[in-house]
């Protein structure tokens, strides 16, 4: 590892309601400030905080001794240092679930408070980079927030929340937002968790546990927002924006694409705009590695990324510090030729992000 720059592209910072609360403008701050005096802290309910379980389970009672959560740029440094990572783009964590928020300004007004806090303490420091929050309940106000950021070369692309999201991202609802990213040159960056929740494809109370769950939800948010997508030509529309699927590994992908090319045979008079197999178009998107499968055959790893077609188009994920984060070790140890482990490690990261080369 001490000959392969590691670039991680889903780090996550522990945001809080105090914290928040003073980046916040009126009148929901006060909202900020009295979830940060309760004693039971809406952010904080079992279910919604990702610090804990991400699904309604209580915590079970196994050897987790450590806090998932960072609490100062300089702690991150020193953890990412200490797996070989120099450089790290920032998502968070109780925002994950952005999407659910019922009241637009509100949603608004907290990712508003959240890009401030993030530019005041973290991004300002050597190799951490951040993603900008924005509000899928409120597009042009999301754009707005992007055009505020247009300088700020610390900021590296667009996190738009997934879990949860009505409707899906393909719907022209969001072209204000693809419009100021494509314009600013900022990548937008699909970033799932998972919940339980009426909106499509979250209905997952038959499972019974985590374990189903978490296997189910994150590769199914993301291939539907994919496809939903491709059905409404996004990446046509907007042939320079830069699109990435973070949080659900690689191995749905080509099956998505198989699926999709196949479809097109038949229904390609209802997709007229997309010129090319769908597959040609997937093949531009950008993928994280993480939660990264586990194939039992470590050789394995390399059909899957030539299934992918692209080998730029892989990018290291570690999803630290949450309790299934990926140590990049995991990746370098799977039998892939050097140039290859460079590129997913980090050369695929500092193009699509835009990042200083080292």
Excluded at 21 to 47: F, K, N, V, Y
Aim: glycine share 6%.
């Amino acid at each position: 590892m001490k000959d392969i720059p590691v670039v991680d592209c889903d780090v996550h910072v522990h945001e809080n309601p105090q914290e928040l609360a003073e980046h916040c403008e009126e009148p929901w701050r006060r909202t900020l400030t009295e979830i940060d005096a309760s004693t039971e802290r809406s952010l904080d309910l079992p279910g919604l905080s990702l610090g804990g379980q991400s699904g309604p389970d209580p915590t079970w009672p196994v050897n987790r001794n450590r806090r998932f959560v960072v609490g100062s740029p300089d702690r991150l440094k020193e953890e990412l240092g200490n797996m070989g990572i120099e450089r790290a783009v920032l998502f968070p964590d109780h925002l994950l679930k952005l999407a659910i928020f019922p009241n637009k300004d509100y949603a608004m007004a907290v990712a508003r408070a959240y890009n401030r806090w993030l530019v005041e303490k973290w991004t300002g420091t050597e190799g951490l980079f951040g993603a900008l929050c924005v509000a899928p309940q409120d597009p042009e106000g999301s754009a707005e927030e992007i055009g505020r950021f247009k300088r700020d070369k610390n900021i590296v692309c667009v996190y738009l929340p997934a879990a949860g999201v009505h409707p899906l991202y393909g719907d022209s609802k969001y072209d204000a937002v693809y419009e100021a990213a494509e314009k600013n040159g900022l990548p937008v960056v699909l970033h799932s968790v998972g919940i339980v929740h009426p909106n499509f494809p979250f209905q997952l109370e038959q499972f019974p546990n985590e374990f189903g769950r978490h296997v189910f939800a994150h590769p199914t948010a993301m291939s539907a927002n994919l496809v939903h997508m491709m059905s409404t030509g996004v990446p046509v529309r907007y042939p320079k924006l830069k699109i990435c699927f973070m949080e659900a590994a690689i191995s749905w992908v080509p099956w998505v694409m198989m699926r999709m090319d196949k479809e097109y045979q038949e229904y390609r008079y209802q997709v007229p705009f997309l010129t090319e197999r769908p597959s040609h178009y997937v093949r531009n998107f950008y993928y994280g590695t993480q939660p990264i499968e586990e194939p039992e055959k470590a050789s394995d790893y390399l059909k899957l990324l030539e299934l992918i077609g692209d080998y730029r188009r892989v990018c290291f994920s570690s999803d630290w510090p949450h309790h299934d984060f990926d140590h990049p070790s995991k990746l370098l140890s799977y039998p892939l030729p050097e140039d290859v482990k460079r590129m997913i490690a980090a050369e695929n990261a500092v193009e699509l992000f835009g990042l200083p080369k080292s």
